[in-house]
């Protein structure tokens, strides 16, 4: 007969455990409980470097939404003070060409 372990998917983590289990079945409960521990911290260093790559990538959107809404508001004014004028030429002007990119892609 198979006893099942904690890392056995069909076991019932709430079942009452054995009453009386020899030392085979303590000794395999603990080494499946080791290996439960190990995947647990692997997940979680995973999910840590995870975090931590968002955070940087959330920051970095975040600097260039605030470049953006600058620029929106600069150019924002300037149309307005080209209506205002009327020497102006219809013609718009490109002033953004020369910008470096807002993004930095890590492709």
Do not use: M, Y
């Not at 409960?29 to 955070?55: M, P, S, W």
């Not at 975040?62 to 219809?90: P, Y």
Request: some cysteine; aromatic content about 4%; hydrophobic content about 30%.
């Amino acid at each position: 007969a198979r006893t099942r372990t904690s890392s056995d998917p069909d076991r019932d983590p709430f079942a009452d455990p054995d009453p009386d289990p020899s030392g085979d079945q303590l000794t395999e409960q603990v080494q499946a409980l080791q290996r439960d521990k190990e995947i647990l911290k692997t997940n979680l260093n995973k999910a840590e470097e995870e975090v931590k790559l968002l955070f940087e990538e959330n920051r970095a959107l975040d600097e260039a939404n605030k470049r953006l809404l600058c620029l929106l508001e600069k150019e924002q004014k300037h149309r307005s003070e080209r209506k205002h004028s009327a020497s102006n030429s219809t013609k718009g002007i490109c002033w953004f060409i020369n910008l470096k990119p807002i993004i930095p892609w890590n492709s």
